[in-house]
């Protein structure tokens, strides 16, 4: 069980929430007289959409559409109705009105300081090309502290995969390399490859975590096969509502004896409200972490991550950049070396590490440690295009620096290996919205790309250049929503690596390849009632090999495996069928999803055998070391979730979330031994094991005393012991079931006119 302590201090008011429509009745009998409108700018003539609509008095509210367009259901028969329409960006307009009204009523709205926001699309296309799980507010704030993959791991099918004090995501059985992440509009580019190499992302940076399961790479690009994690920042102030404020956490982590702070402060520009600007940074300190029974060696940790943005609003156009720095460093828990097999054997078959007495709590690190260091540098224009829709151009710089420090028998203070991956991307986008139910999103977007690497051979030097063009549609009545993307993309990588002997002997070798890649995806959402919705998503998607897949030859960092690369492996091609059905209710919802993917040429990292059909090793000077090795396969994976969430009551609530996959290698070759072939289990490995959570909340939103928004929860996880695994690939059999019971409570109390959570 593990304790967390977490303080949340917000700077600033609280939102207000909009009231509900309501329709009027005279002596018990309804009224159906109606009351249509139009509101446009008052310069330009143009149809305002968003803008809303209030009839005073009354809990009448509406909100005008893309056209400009409102109309009030449902009123009786009255001389005159104060009616007042407002929209961020514009002075307010009162008028009045009669019931009925002949013909339709024009708002026009004037701007308000000579400037208006631009805002998304009310319908993003890309919201509907999934099964989107979304994670703010609450719930995110109670994953506060946690790393990146531990938050994602609250919505639904999520897992995570630990090294010591790293965590990687792991959506539907897919992980690293098959997972992309965007942040803030931009993927994220750096060294994802192996086991221990996580996501250099600030989660204090997230407002929302949004995770997208399915081949959602129509928009962003080739590696989406198993979803796309989209992290937004918090907005910027409204210069509308000028002034300062901001949030503040510290946070307390039982396991490794954590600290965490962060701090961000948002505010418009003194004399200059269109000019608004946001700060935040954070810092962790990360001891020695815990098994159940001892300490596990060198698995401290240290961040230190902090970013500044600013933005300008204009009448009509908004632009913006923004520049963050991350720098982590972790130890690295190296328990099994071993001199032999009979040593590995040994080691790896016990119940606790071998000199797990020497073990103790910790806050340094030493080698073997990772560190890494993530700069990201952003700019981004919008302009309004009236009807049209809007247009966006982004453009990103990241540098992503990788040093590993390794257990060396001599004295020395350097790197074993450094990477150094550059990335300058650029997208540009344009939404459209054509009336009639239809709207979309075209664009095209470019990477260049250079990763430098210095040390013992690994993977080699290369450069990328890469481009994409993509189209999304979409249809959408009330009941029925269909929608559609496409994205083709071309790829070009050069390498350099040394040979295996002295470079003044014998030339590099290098390589020039060139890959194609071609995406599919729809989705039919069907709700024919207000509690059903109907889920069918099918996508068809390529995914191009990854440097280390292509050309990786030697002992991996963070890992005891010795693993070799394949520079003839094809793109994978995936066919992917999703099916979800969501129920909703005053006081139940309930989500299924299924999914099946079907992967031809499948780019599994699998274990090499030997001629007994067991587990090869390779003898290297630091020791003995499994072999693995990346080759094409057909492999099948299928899963699925399911979300129960009840709450009878307004201080009552419990959910409950169950996620399976099941993975198969649809090849399953035998391996030829000297006495016949020997049967090899078509299961693959690293497929997590089935999931149970249930979590029990009580909570008091009104005040008690000086505390409001108070709450204390319980939670049960329960992990199921993975049954499906190859004896003969497998090093051990895997862990037998384990349950974990956490648990929280919080509150909040106003300090000083402030809110403390």
């Known amino acids: 069980m593990r304790c967390i302590i977490a303080i949340a201090m917000v700077l600033g008011p609280p939102a207000i929430g909009s009231p509900a429509f309501a329709q009027q009745s005279i002596d018990g009998r309804l009224c159906a007289l109606s009351i249509r409108g139009r509101v446009i700018d008052a310069d330009l003539g143009t149809p305002i959409a968003d803008a809303i609509a209030v009839i005073a008095d009354r809990d009448d509210v509406v909100r005008t559409g893309a056209d400009g367009r409102f109309t009030f259901d449902g009123l009786c028969a009255q001389a005159e109705l104060a009616l007042t329409v407002s929209k961020t960006g514009y002075g307010p307009e009162r008028t009045m009105v009669s019931v009925p009204q002949p013909g339709a009523i024009t708002v026009r709205l004037g701007f308000a300081m000579q400037s208006v926001t631009i805002t998304a699309p009310a319908d993003d296309p890309l919201d509907n090309l999934g099964f989107a799980d979304r994670i703010d507010g609450e719930v995110l704030a109670q994953t506060r502290g946690l790393s990146l993959g531990e938050a994602l791991s609250r919505s639904a099918g999520v897992q995570v995969l630990r090294s010591g004090a790293v965590t990687k995501p792991v959506i539907d059985g897919f992980y690293g390399n098959r997972i992309l992440i965007v942040n803030d509009g931009l993927r994220h580019h750096a060294q994802l490859w192996a086991l221990d190499h996580a996501p250099e992302i600030d989660p204090f940076s997230a407002s929302s975590l949004t995770v997208v399961r399915g081949a959602e790479g129509v928009r962003y690009g080739a590696d989406a096969i198993g979803g796309v994690v989209l992290i937004e920042p918090p907005g910027f102030r409204d210069y509308t509502n000028p002034g300062f404020g901001g949030e503040g956490n510290l946070v307390g982590i039982s ?15 003194w004399g200059a409200p269109r000019w608004s600007i946001r700060a935040q940074g954070s810092v962790k300190r990360s001891g020695s972490l815990d098994a159940p029974e001892y300490p596990l060696d060198n698995t401290a940790a240290e961040d230190l991550s902090g970013g500044v943005s600013v933005q300008y609003q204009g009448r009509g156009w908004r632009a913006s950049a923004g520049a963050s720095h991350l720098t982590t460093e972790y130890g690295i828990f190296t328990s099994i070396r071993a001199e032999s097999f ?390 051990d059999e895997p862990p037998a079931n384990y349950h974990l019971l956490n648990g929280g409570a919080g509150t909040t109390v106003d300090v000083v006119g402030q809110p403390v959570a």
């Open 342 to 731: 009979n040593d590995f054997e040994f080691a790896i078959g016990q119940d606790e590490p071998i000199n797990v007495d020497l073990f103790e709590f910790s806050y340094d690190i030493d080698r073997a440690f990772s560190r890494v260091t993530h700069t990201y540098v952003r700019g981004d224009v919008s302009v309004d295009l009236q009807d049209w829709g809007s247009l966006r151009v982004r453009y990103g710089f990241q540098r992503n620096e990788r040093r590993e420090f390794e257990i060396v028998r001599r004295s020395t203070t350097g790197a074993q290996l450094d990477f150094e991956l550059l990335s300058h991307a650029l997208e540009l986008t344009m939404d459209h919205r054509w009336g009639g139910g239809f709207s979309g999103l075209i664009g095209a977007s470019g990477l260049v790309q250079n990763n430098d690497h210095e040390g013992r051979r690994l993977i080699p030097d290369y450069d990328r250049l890469m481009g994409g063009v993509f189209a999304i549609q979409r249809y959408e009545t009330d009941e029925l929503t269909v929608a559609v993307g496409v994205r083709y993309e071309r790829q070009t990588m050069d390498t350099s690596q040394p040979t295996r002997i002295a470079p003044n002997q014998n030339p590099p070798e290098r390589f020039s390849l060139d890959f194609d890649a071609l995406m599919a995806s729809a989705q039919v959402t069907y709700a024919p009632q207000r509690a059903w919705t109907f889920d069918l998503h099918l996508a068809t998607a390529s995914r191009i090999p990854s440097i280390d897949e292509l050309f990786i030859e030697g002992l991996v960092p963070g890992e005891p495996n010795f693993i070799r690369g394949d520079r003839t492996l094809d793109p994978e091609q995936t066919i992917n069928v999703g099916l979800g059905i969501a129920f909703a209710h005053r006081w139940i919802d309930a989500e299924v999803t299924a999914y099946i993917h079907h992967i031809n040429d499948y780019i599994y990292r699998a274990p090499v055998l030997d001629e007994n059909g067991n587990a090869n090793f390779v003898r290297l000077v630091t020791g003995l070391h499994p072999e693995f090795e990346y080759r094409s396969i057909d492999a099948l994976y299928a899963g699925g979730s399911i979300e129960l969430d009840v709450h009878p009551v307004e201080w009552l609530s419990w959910r409950s979330k169950a996620s399976y996959v099941r993975a198969r290698d649809l090849t399953n070759d035998d391996v030829l031994t000297d006495d016949g072939p020997v049967s090899v289990e078509p299961f693959l490995i690293n497929i997590p094991a089935d999931r149970y959570e249930n979590r029990l909340t009580l909570r008091r939103d009104q005040p008690w005393g000086p505390l409001s928004e108070s709450s204390v929860w319980v939670e049960s996880i329960f992990v199921r012991r993975q049954t499906e695994f190859a004896p003969n690939a497998e090093l």
């Open 255 to 269: 396991n490794g004896r954590q600290g965490i702070a962060n701090l961000r402060l948002e505010s418009t520009i």
